[in-house]
């Protein structure tokens, strides 16, 4: 199988690689708002932050991980800025996943528009909790001070998120094409458009986002003839490469942590 040979090994960690890289780039972009520091440290806290929160809700505990690399005092900063990061990236794939949804429904009828109702719920639900507090900011008090931050950050942080989401997306393609699944290229982009926003909407522990991808992308691409193998393989790849390689050397930095004195 073509899938196994080294070219494809590399072009795969390439991919993985890029998204991580700009994950990390994203990181000491928002950090230099209060403090310059170096690609290095911004790969440990972010890869030191994934491995101690893949078993928490919607890596939840990724917040509680980076302030650990900071005095006590920047604790709320911390949080606003990893909010910042999340919440683009949410924002990049629900909008790259509206797309999606809206070109494939000759396809699915009911089933997209329950979806698009569920988000639509959930983003009414955050406006109405928009005060109750998180690690001592409510949405309300985040969102005043997101605008205190440089637009000239939050944009490079919005290219980045664009352009990380287009990376994972397109490896996603990458290994359907492997896989011999014949897809035009604009179809495939749509359906996997579609499947990060699905998945993105329902609340897992992160190591285990791969069994709600897979099931998401068994349930759409089967309506396009996909063999079922070829979808569990393939998501079993993405979590292999941009998850369970991550944590690994996450879990480098994490042995050799040293909390920071305040």
């Known amino acids: 199988m073509s899938f196994l040979t080294v070219k494809t090994v590399v072009i795969l960690l390439g991919f993985s ?14 950090v230099s708002y209060f403090k310059t520091i170096t690609f290095y440290e911004a790969a440990q806290q972010s890869l030191g932050s ?3 929160s893949i078993f928490t809700p919607n890596r939840i505990g990724e917040y509680g991980a980076k302030m ?34 809206l070109n494939i429904t000759t396809v699915f009828h009911s089933e997209i528009y329950l979806s698009l109702f569920i988000a639509f719920a959930i983003i009414m639900l955050l406006i109405s909790l928009k005060n109750i ?5 409510s949405i309300q008090r985040l969102l005043l001070k997101i605008k205190q931050i440089p637009q000239t950050i939050l944009k490079k942080n919005g290219i980045y998120s664009v352009v990380r989401y287009l990376v994972f997306s397109h490896q996603f ?9 014949n897809l035009e290229y604009s179809t495939a982009l749509f359906y996997i458009f ?28 089967s309506k396009l003839g996909i063999e079922n193998w070829k979808i569990v393989t ?17 879990s480098y930095f994490v042995l050799r942590f040293k909390p920071v004195k305040a």
């Open 173 to 181: 393609y990458f290994l359907l094409f492997i896989f011999d699944c």
């Open 234 to 250: 393939i998501t079993s790849v993405m979590w292999l490469f941009n998850l369970v390689i991550p944590v690994s050397i996450g």
């Open 133 to 137: 507090e998180l690690f001592g900011f």
């Open 50 to 52: 994934l491995t101690a």
């Open 68 to 101: 650990l690399y900071f005095p006590k005092q920047n604790a709320k900063i911390i949080v606003l800025l990893n909010f910042i990061s999340n919440t683009t990236q949410l924002i990049v794939t629900s909008l790259f996943g509206i797309i999606g949804l």
């Open 194 to 221: 579609s499947m990060y926003l699905l998945a993105s909407i329902i609340p897992t522990i992160h190591f285990m986002d791969v069994a709600i991808k897979g099931s998401v992308a068994l349930f759409l691409f």
């Open 17 to 30: 690689a890029l998204n991580w890289i700009l994950e990390i780039l994203k990181w000491q972009n928002l």
